[in-house]
């Protein structure tokens, strides 16, 4: 399987939260990082975690981690129409160059 | 923040050309840039890693001929895409790690979208 997974699509209502959920699988990932890219755009980083946090808030967006499941979630709270975006997780390991390596993304659509 | 560009944005050319693509880090020096490829709805795939001033270091099965990487100065990075063919088009986007500052970290370019006729 793929070393970073995540659902293709997620649909939510605006003014709700939403919860983009992902999982890896090398258990030696330092950093988990969650990207936003627009249509047609470039990467835009989020946030990221370091692997010995169990949680970071960042005003709308709250990351848990959850390292004996090797499970990474980003909460957007009272998501907005401008929130639809592809999110990528993606994980990287210090020992080394610390290159992500990316999910395949999960797509938000955010309805009236 | 820290803005890389990229240039062209977009960029349509007939198979057997070859295309340049600039990436630049325009407030901060970049000692690695890299270069990945996305194609539709798929994930980013890094294709190289380029370090100012040295060879540049490319994934397993990136012929190194075809995409020629030079990173001539610490705020520039450039890939060439050699006689470009239909199964060259895709979205090519770099990003660029700052010299000072964390390493874990990379800045983005908003991507080039590359289209072979």
């Known amino acids: 399987g793929e070393d970073v997974e995540q659902s293709l699509f997620l649909s939510v209502r605006e003014g709700d939260s939403s919860v983009i959920n992902c999982t890896y699988t090398d258990s030696s990932s330092t950093y988990l990082y969650w990207y936003k890219q627009e249509p047609g755009a470039g990467l835009q980083l989020l946030t990221y975690?370091?692997?010995?946090?169990d949680m970071k808030q960042d005003q709308r967006l709250t990351v848990l981690l959850n390292k004996k499941d090797k499970h990474l979630s980003l909460r957007i709270a009272d998501t907005q129409t401008g929130d639809s975006a592809i999110y990528f997780c993606a994980e990287s390991l210090s020992g080394g160059s610390y290159i992500p390596t990316f999910g395949r993304g999960t797509s938000l659509i955010v309805h009236p | 923040g820290a803005v890389v560009s990229q240039h062209p944005s977009r960029v349509i050319c007939k198979s057997g050309t070859s295309v340049k693509i600039e990436c630049r880090s325009l407030?901060?020096?970049?000692?690695?840039m890299f270069w990945y490829r996305q194609f539709p709805k798929q994930s980013l795939m890094l294709m190289a890693t380029s370090n100012e001033g040295s060879k540049a270091t490319y994934e397993q099965g990136v012929e190194k001929d075809k995409f020629l990487i030079n990173h001539a100065s610490l705020t520039l990075s450039t890939l060439t895409v050699a006689s470009a063919h239909p199964e060259d088009s895709s979205f090519y986007i770099c990003?660029?790690?700052?010299?000072?500052?964390?390493?874990?970290?990379?800045?983005f370019g908003p991507g080039t979208r590359l289209l072979v006729l």
């Open positions: 975690i370091f692997s010995n946090m």
């Open positions: 407030d901060f020096q970049a000692t690695t």
């Open positions: 990003s660029a790690r700052a010299a000072s500052g964390s390493q874990e970290t990379q800045y």
